[in-house]
């Protein structure tokens, strides 16, 4: 029996990013490496990147400059994946002598036979090519860890063909990924809920926006992959489903069936056992009417949309080649609301975008005072190497940007206190995530509005969903009791209700 190896992975970026790092994790359980939280005992160091909005690039090479001594004493392999990895490409690789491996986003389903190809071979790697087939969208489910017995080389499969132009291996399905798994193969934190990718890349080319480029054009998965996931995770005892996809609203373009996005959540709702779905991120111009609808229709789909909107400014949404205005998109959160009247409504917004002027901040300012988002990313615009408005040159100035933002956070730290106080007295079904860090006498779990409670409770309580009445509202979060049972005849745990008189 092989030993068992060690893989620690150090992710930055958003869900999509925490996502993949879990599918390396799932696809790497197959090649006997178990995931490790401390670096100092790791065989495998793997950097996984994004390069969005930070400056990535510094944070990547101070990751490898603190790993260099475990490279020297442990003979630790050392990687980088994600958005720089598929920017940088093979810089990366002579920039750094140490580095073993640099693998761009469509290249994780070939992990394992690349890393053999390290252990055996003492190559160093570079694998950046987009994959137009979707292989690498294929399903990784988790599972229990195979028995495994001596690696035998001539039995690795290390096909060196190449689909023409791509400059990536063949893809082959890993053996046993299909099959039903034990709880076991889930990690702690995927437990209760799990992300599910339904699509990847983008087409919209916002001209902002780096994830075009380092993400690939979009590619929906096939549904019934996305189904055989889900069920799968449902039948593990996961209870809410996260669909991510950089712009959900378009999924189904491009493949054979006839499919679109409320038809796939229609289908999701059916499976047994799954209680919950979310999605993110929708684009306000794809946002359907029958989207719309499926939030009054869908019981399992919980009452929360992350709707970016970017700028209040029709001429910076011009700009940003958004597809909307400002008044299309509020009509959009009218309708939402009318349909949904308990929706909660989150967004991004960017200021300091090329071109933004006082007037135009001010209406980013109105949008927000109308809408009354529940909560709020915001940043302050960040140059991409390569995107449109990169070359645009009407920049606005760093302490401009910086002044902004905090006027534009600190009227939205008021709003989001308001809306959570609004809870206050109200009955809320939240689904128990865990232990709360906080205090160990207390639990912590999230509203349909995705809203985070902490109550008294213990760990019998996770994965269950149970009724709870909000007490306090703080800034980020609730606090509640739980309703005793005979109290429960009170609850529409469909919805939001008002405290009973
Ligand atoms: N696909 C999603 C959409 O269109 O709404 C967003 C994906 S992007 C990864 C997440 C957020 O990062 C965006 O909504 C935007 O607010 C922000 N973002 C993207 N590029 C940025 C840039 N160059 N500077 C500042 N913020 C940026
Ligand atoms: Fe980027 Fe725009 Fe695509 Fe969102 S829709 S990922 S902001 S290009």
Redesign the pocket.
Known sequence: MPMQKRVYIETYG?QMNEHDTERILRLLESSNYLETKDAQEADFILINTCS??EKPEHKVYSALGRYKWLKEKRGAIIGVAGCVAQQEGNKLLNRVPYLDMVIGTHAIPMLPQLLQKIEFFGQRICETGFDPEGNYLKTILPQKPPVVGSIRLDKVNLSTHQPEGLGLLEVHPEPGLSTPASKAGLRAAERVKSYVTIMQG?D?F?S????PYVRGREQSRPSREIIEEVRHLAEMGVKEIFLLG??VNSYGKGLEEEINFPKLLRRINEIEGLQRIRFT?S?PKDLSEELIQAFSKLPKLCEHIHL?F?SGSDKILKAMHRGYTKDSYLEKIDRLKEVCPFIAVTS???VGFPGEEEKDFEETLDLIRKVRFDDL?S??????KG?RADQFTDKVEEKVKQDRLSILQEIQKGITLQKNQELEGRVEEVLVEGLSKQSEKDVTGRTRSNKIVNFKGDVNLVGKLVPVRITNAYPHSLRGEIIPAQDLSICNLRSVIPRKA
Do not use: A, E, G
């Open positions: 958003c969005v909005r983008c919209h916002c902002y926006c780096i994830v950089q712009n991120t684009h970016p970017q991004d917004v960017i990313f940043f302050k615009y960040s140059p991409r995107t």
